[in-house]
C-alpha cells in the first residue's frame, strides 16, 4: 500500500504538542495533525471498533479534525478519512463504521470487513472500551482471524479507573498477540505510546502473533480443515485461509466471488514475508 | 373536419390495443399465458409432491389443489403432456425430466422467497405462504442463484423444507410425523407443513417452530399433547400430523423442564440464556447475537421504563432495552 | 448430496473449493453461523477473564445506576423530562428573540435600503437590483435572522443533553408510546429536534437503526411544528383567535391554540406512524435495540462548536442554498407582466377557486409555492401578495417581502385581502399539515436515497392537509 515517498509539502499545520504536557515522554510531539491533507500517505489505518467506544474521538485527537461524536452507540453513519504524520512518516487513516461484529450482514459490518480484508491497511487499529472488555474483545477477535497488523487501543481507561477495574493490558497482549496500549482519549492520555505502536506494526518492526481461535466441534473443525487444506493449495500464501472457510462454511458470497475470481490470491501475494524478525514486545 | 378526428381516434385506439409487447391486445395474450403457464406449475408441484409422498396423483387432486373444474384440468394436464412435462404410464401421471426440473424450479423459486421473507423483510409468518405462492412464477433461475447468493445460499427454508440446489438437488427433511411416535421420548420438530393455510396458522399461533424439542405426553384419536419449550401444547390429531419430528440429540434432553422467558425474569434478578428462540429470525436474531444474547450469557435486568416498557438488561457490560416482544423470544434458566 | 467428481488435473481450482464448501455446508448444520458466534464470544469472555480484575467488593455507590433510577423513576421520570425540554424550549425562545431582534435590525432594515442604495448609486437597473437585492438578498437575509439565532441555542442545548447519556434515557422512558403506533422510542428526539428544525431532525432519525421505524421517523417528521412555523402560527393566532374573546383573555386564548396546533401535529405523528407500519411499511425489516450507554460528562466547547458547525450551520447553508432562487422567483412573479397584470396576479386568480374550495386563498397557495424552501418567508410572502393583489397602501413595492410592525396594520391588509375567521384557522392547520420545506425534503432523499419514500413523505401531508381543510371549510363551523 505503501504510496512513492515524496517531500512533505510546507502547510500550515496545527502543532499537538501543546495539549499533550503531561505525558511522560514528549514523544507525540512529533504528531502533525493533518486533518483532511492526506495526500501521499505511507501507510493506511483502519479505525475499527464498537459503537460508542470512543472511536471517533482517537480519530479526531489524531487527525485534528472534529467530526461529531455523540453519546449514541453507532452515531458514525458515514466513512470518514484523515490523514496525520508521526515520526518520519505520514498516515492516511479511515474511521470505519463502528459495528459489534463482523460476523453478520448488516451494511455497516460488510463495508468494516471488506475494507479490513480487500483494503489491505496496513495497521487497524481496533478501538475498544476497556470497562466492557468482553464485548469489545468478540469483534477484537474477529478481526485478527483476518488480518495480522493491528494494534488495540485499550480506551476509557479513565472510565474504567473510576469504575475501580484493572485491566493487564500486558497479559491481554501476550493472549492476543498483538499491542495493546491503554488510552484515554477525551484527555489524550497514551497517545504517545499508540502512535508509536502503530508505527511499529505498520514498519514491520513490531511482527504480530495474533491468536486464532480453536474451540470449534469436531463436524466443523474437519469441514474447516478441508476447506484451508484446499484454499493452501490454490492460494499457498494466502494468510487467513481458515477465516476463508469458516466465511464459506457461512454461505458469505462475497468471499466465494473473492475465491472465484482471484481477488484472494492478490491478498496474499501482498503480505509482508520478507520481514524475519519475530518478536512481540509488551507493550507501555 | 370531423371525419378527419374521428379517423384520427380510430388510429389513435388502433394503437393502442394493436402496438406490439405493450398493446392491450398484446398485454391481454400475456396475461392468458401467464395464469396458463402458473397453473401448469402449480400442477407439476402438486404432482411431484405427491411422488415425494409416496402417493399417487390424480385428476382430481390436481383440480382440487388449482380451484378448477375437471373437463378444465384435463385439457390442461393434456397440453403438458404434449408439451413433455408429463407422461401417463399404466394409467398413472408421471413427471418427465423436464417436468421435474420445472416443479423443482418452482419449488426452490417458492422456498428461497420464503427464507428471504423471513430473513429481509418484517411480514408476519403467515403471510409467507401466501406471498412465495404468488412469486414462484415470476422468478427466472439466474433471479434464483442471484437471491440464494444474496441470502447465503441457505439450505432450508423457514418451515424446514431443504430447498432443491440449483441444479435439482433435493435434500429430505427425514422427519416422521408426530402422531405416529411413541410417548416420552426427546423429539425435534424438522418441519412444518405450510399447507393448508389454517393448519399452519394454527401451528404458529402455538409458537412451534423447526427445532423445537418436545416430549409427547398423550396421543389419542381425540388429542395429542405434548410438552415444549417449558409449556404444555394440545393439538387435534388432523393437525398434530402436519408435524414432522426426529429423534432429538441426547445433549438436548435438558431443555424441556426450567427454561422460562426473558420477560418473565424480574428487575434485579438474573439470569442464563439457554438459547434464542427460532421464531427470531432474520435481522432480529442477528442483531440478537451482534449484542452478545446467545447461550450461557448472563443477563440481569435492571430497570423497567416508567411507561411499563421495555426493560434494560445488563449484557456483557452494556446496558440495553429490549421490548417485551423481544424477551419473549430469549429462553432463559436459573443462573 | 451426490459428490461431485474431482477434475481430471487433480490441481484444486476454485471452482472445485466452491463446491466442496457447498456440499459441506448441508453437514456442518443450520446453527453455524451461531455456534461460530457462540465460539468467539466464549474466547472473548476467557480473555477478558483473565486481563481484568474487578474490584474486590462492589463500589456502594454506583453513579450511573443511581442517576438512571432517578431519571427513568415511575414518579420522577416524567416530569423530569418534561422540565427539562420545557426548559430547554423557553432559553430557546426567550434567548434567540434579542439576537433575531438584532439580525432582522441589521440584515432587514438597515442592509436592504443600504445595498439599494448602494445599488442606484453604481447605476444597477432597477430590474437587476429588484432581482438581486429585493428578491435573493432580502429571502437569504431573512432566513437567516428567523433561523439562525433559535437553532445556535436550541441545538448546542439539545446535543449537550445528548453527550451526558440523557436522550437515550427519553426514547427508554417514551417507548411505550412510540411501540403501540409502531414506531421507535427514539423518534421522540427526531421529533424533538423537528421543533427546532425538520431537516435537522431527519438527519437525527439515524440514530434509530432499525429500518422499518427510521422511515416512520423521517416521514412524520414533518409534523413537528418547526421553528420556521412557530411565527406563523403565533400572528394569526394572535390576530384572528385572540380577537375573538374578551381582551384579557386574548392572550392565553392565542397561546392555547398555538399550542393546540402543536399538539394535533404530535397527535398526527402518531396517528400516521401507526397507519404508515401497518401499510406501506409493513415488509420492512423492524429490529428494536436500544442501548443506554454510560454517563459521560459533556465537554462543553467542544460541543458548542461541533453542533454549531455540524447542525447549525449546516441547516443553515442547505436553507440558505434553497431561499436564494425562491428569492428570485417570488420577485420574478410579482414583477413579470403580461398585459398588464404580473404573473402572481395571474397564478392567485387561477388558485383562487381550489383555494376558497380549501377555506384559504390564492394568495396563500401561491406563497407556499414559491416560499416551499423555507416557512420562514411564508407570511413575508403573503403579506406582499396580498398588497399586490388588493392594490393596498404599503409594502415596499412588487416583489419586496416585508413585515408590518404593528399588528392593526397587518390585521388591517388581511380584511382588505377578504380574509375571515376560517381563512386563518385553515392557514393554521395548512402551515403545520402541508409539505416539507425543500430544504427537509432534500434532505429526506439524501437519507434515504429513494425517491419512493422522498415522494410520499414530500405528497402525504399535502394530500392531508388538502383533506383536512376542506373538510374544516364545509363542516359549518365557520
Given at each position: 500500500m505503501s504510496q512513492e515517498k515524496k517531500p512533505l509539502p510546507t502547510i500550515p499545520l496545527t502543532y499537538?504538542?501543546?495539549?499533550?504536557?503531561?505525558?511522560?515522554?514528549?514523544?507525540?510531539?512529533?504528531l502533525l495533525r493533518l486533518g483532511v491533507n492526506m495526500?501521499?500517505?505511507d501507510f493506511v489505518i483502519a479505525l475499527a471498533g464498537n459503537p460508542n467506544t470512543g472511536k471517533s474521538t482517537v480519530f479526531n485527537a489524531l487527525t485534528g479534525l472534529r467530526q461529531h461524536t455523540g453519546n449514541w452507540p453507532g452515531k458514525t453513519v458515514t466513512r470518514a478519512e484523515g490523514g496525520f504524520s508521526y515520526g518520519e512518516h505520514r498516515y492516511k487513516i479511515v474511521d470505519l463504521p463502528g459495528t459489534y461484529s463482523l460476523l453478520s450482514t448488516s451494511l455497516d459490518e460488510e463495508v468494516a470487513r471488506d475494507f479490513i480484508l480487500f483494503g489491505q491497511p496496513d495497521v487497524t487499529l481496533i478501538v475498544v472500551d476497556a470497562t466492557r472488555l468482553e464485548r469489545n474483545l468478540n469483534l477484537v477477535l474477529q478481526v485478527l482471524q483476518i488480518t495480522d497488523r493491528a494494534v488495540v487501543c485499550l480506551n476509557l481507561m479513565d472510565e474504567a479507573e473510576r469504575h475501580g477495574l484493572k485491566v493487564d493490558e500486558r497479559r491481554l497482549a501476550r493472549d492476543l498477540g498483538v499491542p495493546v496500549v491503554p488510552t484515554a482519549a477525551r484527555y489524550r492520555r497514551g497517545f504517545d505510546q499508540l502512535l508509536a505502536a502503530i508505527a511499529d506494526v505498520a514498519t514491520g518492526r513490531t511482527v504480530c502473533k495474533p491468536r486464532h481461535m480453536k474451540s470449534e466441534s469436531g463436524t466443523i473443525r474437519q469441514a474447516v480443515e478441508r476447506l484451508t487444506d484446499k484454499l493452501h493449495q490454490l492460494y499457498p500464501q494466502l494468510p487467513n485461509a481458515r477465516w476463508v472457510a469458516l466465511r464459506l462454511l457461512d454461505g458469505d458470497q462475497r468471499i466465494a466471488t473473492a475465491v472465484q475470481n482471484g481477488e484472494l490470491g492478490e491478498l496474499s501475494r501482498q503480505t509482508p514475508d520478507d520481514v524475519q524478525t519475530l518478536h512481540l514486545e509488551a507493550v507501555a | 373536419m370531423a371525419p378527419f378526428v374521428t379517423t384520427l381516434i380510430l388510429l389513435g385506439l388502433l394503437l393502442v390495443v394493436?402496438?406490439?409487447?405493450?398493446g392491450l391486445w398484446a398485454r391481454w395474450q400475456r396475461v392468458q399465458h401467464l395464469t396458463e403457464r402458473v397453473m401448469q406449475e402449480d400442477a407439476l408441484k402438486y404432482i411431484h409432491k405427491c411422488e415425494m409422498k409416496g402417493e399417487t396423483p390424480n385428476l382430481e387432486g390436481v383440480a382440487g389443489t388449482l380451484h378448477i373444474g375437471r373437463n378444465e384440468t384435463a385439457v390442461l394436464l393434456d397440453k403438458m403432456q404434449q408439451s413433455d412435462l408429463l407422461q401417463t404410464k399404466d394409467g398413472q401421471m408421471h413427471l418427465t425430466p423436464d417436468g421435474r426440473k420445472t416443479a423443482l424450479h418452482i419449488i426452490r423459486a417458492h422456498r428461497l422467497w420464503e427464507h428471504h421473507l423471513a430473513q429481509e423483510t418484517g411480514y408476519a409468518e403467515t403471510e409467507w405462504h401466501g406471498k412465495a405462492d404468488r412469486r414462484e412464477h415470476e422468478l427466472s433461475p439466474e433471479d434464483l442463484s442471484d437471491l440464494a447468493a444474496r441470502l447465503?445460499?441457505?439450505?432450508?427454508?423457514?418451515?424446514g423444507d431443504p430447498i432443491p440446489t440449483a441444479e435439482g438437488e433435493v435434500g429430505q427433511h427425514g422427519g416422521r410425523p408426530l402422531t405416529e411416535q411413541p410417548l416420552d421420548t426427546s423429539l425435534q420438530i424438522v418441519h412444518l407443513e405450510d399447507e393448508p393455510d389454517t393448519v399452519y396458522a394454527q401451528l404458529v399461533a402455538e409458537g412451534l417452530y423447526p427445532g423445537m424439542r418436545l416430549r409427547l405426553i398423550e396421543n389419542g384419536t381425540q388429542r395429542v399433547r405434548f410438552w415444549a419449550d417449558g409449556d404444555e401444547h394440545m393439538l387435534a390429531p388432523i393437525i398434530a400430523s402436519n408435524i414432522s419430528v426426529s429423534t432429538a440429540p441426547a445433549e438436548a434432553a435438558h431443555v424441556h423442564e426450567d427454561v422460562r422467558l426473558l420477560s418473565g425474569v424480574g428487575v434485579g434478578e438474573t439470569a442464563v440464556v439457554s438459547q434464542i428462540s427460532p421464531l427470531c429470525r432474520g435481522a432480529e436474531r442477528r442483531r440478537f447475537m451482534d449484542l452478545g444474547i446467545l447461550p450461557g450469557t448472563v443477563i440481569k435486568a435492571e430497570m423497567r421504563s416508567p411507561s411499563g416498557d421495555p426493560t434494560a438488561y445488563r449484557i456483557r457490560g452494556a446496558v440495553i432495552a429490549l421490548r417485551q416482544e423481544q424477551s419473549n423470544l430469549i429462553y432463559v434458566k436459573q443462573a | 448430496m451426490t459428490t461431485l467428481p474431482l477434475p481430471n488435473n487433480q490441481a484444486t481450482t476454485a471452482d472445485d473449493i466452491l463446491k466442496t464448501a457447498e456440499s459441506l455446508r448441508w453437514e456442518v448444520g443450520r446453527d453455524f453461523h451461531e455456534r461460530l458466534m457462540e465460539d468467539v464470544y466464549t474466547e472473548a469472555a476467557q480473555l477478558a477473564d483473565r486481563a481484568v480484575t474487578y474490584p474486590q467488593q462492589k463500589p456502594r455507590f454506583d453513579l450511573d445506576r443511581t442517576i438512571d433510577r432517578i431519571v427513568t423513576s415511575r414518579l420522577w421520570g416524567f416530569p423530569m423530562m418534561i422540565l427539562l425540554f420545557t426548559l430547554v424550549f423557553w432559553i430557546t425562545i426567550s434567548g434567540a428573540n434579542v439576537p433575531s431582534g438584532w439580525l432582522a435590525t441589521l440584515l432587514v432594515d438597515m442592509g436592504h435600503p443600504f445595498l439599494k442604495g448602494l445599488a442606484d448609486g453604481i447605476g444597477l437597473p432597477w430590474w437587476l437590483s429588484g432581482l438581486l437585492i429585493d428578491g435573493i438578498y432580502l429571502a437569504a437575509a431573512w432566513v437567516t435572522s428567523v433561523m439562525l439565532p433559535p437553532m445556535a441555542i436550541f441545538f448546542p442545548l439539545f446535543t449537550l443533553l445528548e453527550d451526558f447519556g440523557y436522550l437515550p434515557r427519553v426514547a427508554f422512558n417514551l417507548d411505550n408510546m412510540f411501540k403501540k403506533s409502531g414506531a421507535h422510542g427514539k423518534q421522540a428526539l427526531s421529533m424533538m429536534m423537528g421543533f427546532g428544525c425538520n431537516a435537522a431532525g431527519v438527519v437525527a432519525t439515524r440514530v434509530i437503526d432499525s429500518p422499518r421505524e427510521r422511515l416512520i421517523a423521517i416521514i412524520t417528521?414533518?409534523?413537528?411544528?418547526c421553528n420556521g412555523r412557530w411565527p406563523t402560527q403565533i400572528l394569526i393566532a394572535t390576530l384572528f383567535i385572540g380577537s375573538t374573546v374578551p381582551a384579557y383573555l386574548a392572550g392565553l386564548v392565542s397561546a392555547l391554540a398555538v399550542v393546540s396546533v402543536a399538539l394535533l401535529g404530535v397527535m398526527l405523528s402518531f396517528a400516521v406512524s401507526w397507519g404508515l407500519s401497518r401499510t406501506v411499511l409493513k415488509g420492512e425489516v423492524s429490529t428494536f435495540s436500544l442501548e443506554l450507554p454510560p454517563y459521560r460528562p459533556p465537554r462543553v466547547w467542544q460541543t458548542i462548536y461541533t453542533s454549531m458547525i455540524d447542525r447549525t450551520l449546516f441547516v443553515l447553508w442547505r436553507a440558505l442554498v434553497f431561499a436564494v432562487p425562491a428569492g428570485a422567483v417570488i420577485w420574478l412573479v410579482a414583477n413579470v407582466q403580461i398585459g398588464g397584470l404580473s404573473l402572481a396576479e395571474y397564478i392567485i386568480n387561477f388558485l383562487n377557486p381550489l383555494g376558497l374550495l380549501l377555506g384559504l386563498n390564492g394568495v396563500i397557495l401561491l406563497a407556499y409555492i414559491v416560499a416551499i424552501p423555507a416557512n420562514e418567508i411564508v407570511i413575508p410572502t403573503i403579506l406582499m401578495l396580498t398588497v399586490l393583489v388588493t392594490g393596498s397602501a404599503g409594502g415596499s413595492g412588487a416583489g419586496v417581502m416585508f413585515e408590518l410592525d404593528s399588528n392593526a396594520e397587518t390585521m388591517a391588509l388581511f380584511t382588505a385581502g377578504g380574509w375571515t375567521l376560517l381563512t386563518a384557522v385553515n392557514l393554521m392547520l395548512f402551515s403545520l399539515i402541508h409539505n416539507p420545506c425543500s430544504t427537509t425534503i432534500y434532505t429526506i432523499y439524501k437519507e434515504t436515497g429513494s425517491r419512493k419514500w422522498t415522494a410520499v413523505a414530500a405528497l402525504l401531508p399535502v394530500a392531508m392537509g388538502f383533506l383536512i381543510t376542506f373538510l374544516v371549510a364545509h363542516s359549518g363551523l365557520f
Open positions: 499537538a504538542g501543546s495539549n499533550c504536557e503531561g505525558c511522560p515522554a514528549h514523544n507525540a510531539g512529533q495526500e501521499n500517505w | 394493436g402496438w406490439p409487447e405493450v447465503g445460499n441457505p439450505t432450508h427454508d423457514p418451515h | 417528521n414533518n409534523f413537528a411544528l
